[in-house]
């Protein structure tokens, strides 16, 4: 494997030079990973890249995803949405779609109301685009706080809980105007110390009466008739040598089912954080993990919808890949909340990013929703009971 070995990107054609003190990011892009909150969000930096009809409070790309989540969500100003996403936003999510501004402010303050103490913490951005064409950025959050207010979670305990969050978003001239968010719920439920199956459950049923049988997070399709799945992996989203060879093994792992290569590509020391806030290390961990979540769903098959790269301070590369995998619950892995193989049909949302050195991936970030995927259970359980009432009734 191959990676891109330099260093932090650097403005180009930029007129205004940035402050004196600039430290960490010396006139360069931010990067999150070794600045604290202060340097993320400076008073006064000219702009370091192409801004264009972005809020002059806003120095670069990354300035702007880190300085605005944190305005709406942790200093509660949620009317910049007015002014940062379009009127026809559409935002996807694990449980359904929103398509529009005021569904997208509503949502924000529901959320703020049922965790007030919540914060939200920068952990990457990966971005790739410019300011005349549009930026796409793949923030990372690490989320922490307390369910100290009556909401969707129902009476407030007083819990604490950690979650990470991905959000996806494409941004021109200061606007989102599509965003894909995941955020592991499953892993605040079970810290909330809330009955799951109850919780799923519920949310099941609010879906069905609104006309719903399945959630709409979009579709692939699955193989079909006896072909194997195709050697090599479409590419056509990919921009660089990297972020082509990091498409080709993840088809190679999940849709061929090689997951050999798994020790082939990850260093032997490899960190995988991952859903339910699992911290697991080595090759070994990875391998369990991967098998663990095709073994729920061994038709199931992965999809990458988007991907993108940047130089790391760290050094190497980090890449953001959103991926849908698709399939049917035919088997055991770690999904256990799923019980016993339903044969239904799910369809998984996920973003991933992995961090490259040295030839090898150091890092996985994977979050998805396992609450989601309940929730598709259950649904699915009560349409088919709804439809054989219909029928008795008949």
Same mark, same amino acid.
């Given at each position: 494997?191959?990676?891109?070995?330099?260093?932090?990107?650097?403005?180009?054609?930029?007129?205004?030079?940035?402050?004196?003190? #600039?430290?960490?990011?010396? /006139?360069?892009?931010?990067q999150v990973e070794r600045a604290d909150f202060t #340097?993320?969000?400076?008073? /006064?930096r000219a702009p370091v890249q192409g801004m264009e009809g972005f809020d002059p409070c806003y120095s670069d790309i990354v300035d702007y995803i880190v300085r605005c989540t944190h305005k709406i969500w942790d200093e509660r100003d949620v009317g910049l949405i007015y002014s940062h996403y379009t009127h026809n936003i559409v935002l996807y999510l694990p449980m359904g779609t929103i398509y529009n501004r005021e569904d997208v402010v509503r949502d924000t303050i529901q959320r703020l109301v049922s965790l007030p103490e919540r914060r939200g913490m920068a952990t990457h951005v990966i971005w790739n685009g410019d300011d005349k064409d549009g930026y796409y950025t793949s923030h990372l959050v690490t989320g922490s706080g307390r369910y100290t207010q009556n909401g969707h979670y129902g009476p407030a305990n007083g819990r604490s809980f950690v979650s990470?969050?991905?959000?996806?978003?494409?941004?021109?001239?200061?606007?989102?105007?599509r965003e894909w968010v995941v955020s592991d719920q499953m892993a605040v439920v079970r810290q909330l110390g809330l009955d799951v199956d109850a919780y799923?459950?519920?949310i099941?049923?609010?879906?069905l009466s609104q006309g719903l049988t399945q959630l709409d997070i979009g579709e692939v399709g699955l193989l079909q008739g006896q072909y194997p799945p195709a050697e090599k992996a479409g590419l056509d989203i990919a921009?660089?040598?990297?972020?082509?060879?990091t498409l080709q093994f993840l088809h190679d792992i999940f849709n061929r089912k090689m997951f050999g290569r798994i020790r082939?590509?990850?260093?032997?020391?490899?960190?995988?954080?991952?859903?339910?806030?699992k911290e697991l290390y080595g090759t070994a961990s990875v391998s369990h993990q991967t098998l663990g979540l095709v073994g729920s769903m061994p038709d199931a098959v992965y999809a990458p919808q988007h991907i993108c790269s940047t130089p790391c301070v760290e050094g190497g590369t980090k890449v953001a890949v959103r991926w849908i995998l698709e399939g049917h619950h035919l088997g055991y892995g770690i999904l256990e909340s799923l019980g016993a193989p339903t044969g239904k049909h799910l369809r998984l949302m996920g973003m991933s990013h992995y961090h490259y050195k040295d030839g090898k991936i150091v890092d996985e970030w994977t979050v998805y929703d396992e609450l989601s995927l309940l929730v598709q259970v259950k649904l699915a359980q009560l349409a088919d009971k709804a439809s054989a009432v219909e029928a008795a009734e008949a």
């Amino acid at each position: 494997m191959g990676t891109q070995e330099v260093s932090t990107p650097k403005a180009k054609d930029v007129k205004s030079a940035p402050r004196v003190n #600039d430290a960490p990011h010396n /006139g360069n892009i931010m990067q999150v990973e070794r600045a604290d909150f202060t #340097d993320l969000v400076p008073e /006064g930096r000219a702009p370091v890249q192409g801004m264009e009809g972005f809020d002059p409070c806003y120095s670069d790309i990354v300035d702007y995803i880190v300085r605005c989540t944190h305005k709406i969500w942790d200093e509660r100003d949620v009317g910049l949405i007015y002014s940062h996403y379009t009127h026809n936003i559409v935002l996807y999510l694990p449980m359904g779609t929103i398509y529009n501004r005021e569904d997208v402010v509503r949502d924000t303050i529901q959320r703020l109301v049922s965790l007030p103490e919540r914060r939200g913490m920068a952990t990457h951005v990966i971005w790739n685009g410019d300011d005349k064409d549009g930026y796409y950025t793949s923030h990372l959050v690490t989320g922490s706080g307390r369910y100290t207010q009556n909401g969707h979670y129902g009476p407030a305990n007083g819990r604490s809980f950690v979650s990470r969050t991905v959000a996806d978003c494409m941004i021109h001239r200061n606007k989102i105007y599509r965003e894909w968010v995941v955020s592991d719920q499953m892993a605040v439920v079970r810290q909330l110390g809330l009955d799951v199956d109850a919780y799923a459950g519920k949310i099941a049923e609010t879906k069905l009466s609104q006309g719903l049988t399945q959630l709409d997070i979009g579709e692939v399709g699955l193989l079909q008739g006896q072909y194997p799945p195709a050697e090599k992996a479409g590419l056509d989203i990919a921009n660089t040598d990297l972020e082509r060879e990091t498409l080709q093994f993840l088809h190679d792992i999940f849709n061929r089912k090689m997951f050999g290569r798994i020790r082939e590509v990850y260093a032997p020391t490899a960190m995988y954080h991952g859903p339910l806030m699992k911290e697991l290390y080595g090759t070994a961990s990875v391998s369990h993990q991967t098998l663990g979540l095709v073994g729920s769903m061994p038709d199931a098959v992965y999809a990458p919808q988007h991907i993108c790269s940047t130089p790391c301070v760290e050094g190497g590369t980090k890449v953001a890949v959103r991926w849908i995998l698709e399939g049917h619950h035919l088997g055991y892995g770690i999904l256990e909340s799923l019980g016993a193989p339903t044969g239904k049909h799910l369809r998984l949302m996920g973003m991933s990013h992995y961090h490259y050195k040295d030839g090898k991936i150091v890092d996985e970030w994977t979050v998805y929703d396992e609450l989601s995927l309940l929730v598709q259970v259950k649904l699915a359980q009560l349409a088919d009971k709804a439809s054989a009432v219909e029928a008795a009734e008949a």
